[in-house]
């Protein structure tokens, strides 16, 4: 196996994942609009079964959001701190 079979099949893989990743994205999307619409239509009896929906909402748009970061191959910094240049030598 050259190693342009390799780069193929793992341009392959990755495109599978991604891929996987939009499906799933369109399926929280059709589920929170369904609970949406239920909540909307008039579907909720009480204020637990509303608590209930809104919870599940909350967790599929932070699943949403945890695919997000996996598309944008982006790591967010927890805990870091900034220096906002406290000191500019402009302002003396």
Do not use: C, F, H
């Amino acid at each position: 196996m050259n190693l342009e079979n390799v780069i193929y099949k793992l341009r392959r893989a990755l495109d599978t994942r991604i891929n996987l990743i939009y499906k799933l994205r369109r399926a929280l999307d059709t589920r929170i609009n369904q609970l949406s619409i239920s909540i909307t239509s008039g579907g909720v009896d009480n204020m637990e079964t509303y608590k209930y929906i809104i919870g599940q909402i909350n967790a599929y748009e932070a699943v949403k959001q945890e695919l997000s970061n996996l598309l944008n191959d982006k790591e967010q910094d927890e805990g870091n701190v900034v220096d906002i240049n406290t000191k500019n030598p402009l302002t003396k």
